[in-house]
Nanobody, 122 residues
Framework: QVQLVESGGGLVQAGGSLRLSCAASGRTYGQFVMGWIRQFPEKGNEFLVSMRLNDNATYYATSVKGRFTISRGNAKNTIYLEMNSLKPEDTAVYYC???????????????WGQGTRVTVSS
């Protein structure tokens, strides 16, 4: 089993930045991948980015490449999502999720955190 705990959401003005963090515990060995997925009200989920922890390989969705950056924390099995130039349309619940493949297929993500809400005001 894997447990994921996110933090860092909140309210930010358009054009601002926000950093989300996610800490994983449990069965996090091998080709373990952590990523970020967001959920819009009435629009479903959107894959953002993922990182394979054993070699730091990343996979970005085209829609956020250049504005959002995933990184590793100093603490083991911790990742961050740095979000810059935020827009009101980035308002969503952001989930940390985990799997064992570097993929944008949401169905492959077996473990999900509790989610953290990001609200971008205009």
């Amino acid at each position: 089993q894997v447990q994921l705990v996110e933090s860092g959401g909140g309210l930010v003005q358009a054009g601002g930045s926000l950093r989300l963090s996610c800490a994983a515990s449990g069965r996090t060995y091998g080709q373990f991948v952590m990523g970020w997925i967001r959920q819009f009200p009435e629009k479903g989920n959107e894959f953002l980015v993922s990182m394979r922890l054993n070699d730091n390989a990343t996979y970005y969705a085209t829609s956020v490449k250049g504005r959002f950056t995933i990184s590793r924390g100093n603490a083991k099995n911790t990742i961050y999502l740095e979000m810059n130039s935020l827009k009101p349309e980035d308002t969503a619940v952001y989930y940390c999720a985990a799997t064992w493949a570097l993929t944008d297929n949401l169905n492959d993500y077996e473990y999900w955190g509790q989610g953290t809400r990001v609200t971008v005001s205009s």
